[in-house]
T-cell receptor, first 109, second 111 residues
Framework: SQQGEEDPQALSIQEGENATMNCSYKTSINNLQWYRQNSGRGLVHLILIRSNEREKHSGRLRVTLDTSKKSSSLLITASRAADTASYFCATWDDYKLSFGAGTTVTVRA | ETGVTQSPTHLIKTRGQQVTLRCSSQSGHNTVSWYQQALGQGPQFIFQYYREEENGRGNFPPRFSGLQFPNYSSELNVNALELDDSALYLC??????????FGQGTRLTVV
């Protein structure tokens, strides 16, 4: 079974708007990561947040982590067409990264 | 861009055939993992190699096998291909439970 689950499954926004997606996971974690995937290509690491952190920023990305609720959110501010992609959260489950099914974000010009 | 490269990028095989996919890992990373990603799904863990030994395996049959070489590059072999093996195969290298660096993937189509 998958460790992480993203919500929503798909998101369509206008360029310049913000995009928020959520992730829930099942077991205790050391860290949680977000990845981006463009058009069925490889995954690109976006950001890693440790279990003792509540919020982290990287450029236009803001990630929050609530370990009491076993959930995380990824906010992309001022979206651009190039942000059109699938976004996955992932957690380490012993020796493997476990992914959810992802959120597909479409940014309309 | 990561330092992980996969070859080939695309491959078409016939049911029953065998296939070998290759991956070179990020410099300094001694752990390589392979994932299978079906269309519209998240990546599913196949197995991991650490210092040339299989370190863990997901829910995949034995016809999925692998190798890691002394330079930490890796191969994924799939025997007796089935139509359901059609997927994007991703290789990732990492150091411990930190960031993983993924290759661009190999798109395998089984006909």
């Amino acid at each position: 079974s998958q460790q992480g689950e993203e919500d929503p499954q798909a998101l369509s926004i206008q360029e310049g708007e913000n995009a928020t997606m959520n992730c829930s996971y099942k077991t205790s974690i050391n860290n949680l990561q977000w990845y981006r995937q463009n058009s069925g290509r490889g995954l690109v690491h976006l950001i890693l947040i440790r279990s003792n952190e509540r919020e982290k920023h990287s450029g236009r990305l803001r990630v929050t982590l609530d370990t009491s609720k076993k959930s995380s959110s990824l906010l992309i501010t001022a979206s651009r067409a190039a942000d059109t992609a699938s976004y996955f959260c992932a957690t380490w489950d012993d020796y493997k990264l476990s992914f959810g099914a992802g959120t597909t974000v479409t940014v309309r010009a | 861009e990561t330092g992980v490269t996969q070859s080939p990028t695309h491959l078409i095989k016939t049911r029953g055939q065998q296939v070998t996919l290759r991956c070179s890992s990020q410099s300094g990373h001694n752990t390589v993992s392979w994932y299978q990603q079906a269309l519209g799904q998240g990546p599913q863990f196949i197995f991991q190699y650490y210092r040339e030994e299989e370190n863990g395996r997901g829910n995949f049959p034995p016809r999925f096998s692998g190798l890691q070489f002394p330079n930490y590059s890796s191969e994924l072999n799939v025997n007796a291909l089935e139509l359901d093996d059609s997927a994007l195969y991703l290789c990732a290298s990492s150091l411990g439970q930190g960031m993983a660096f993924f290759g661009q993937g190999t798109r395998l189509t089984v006909v």
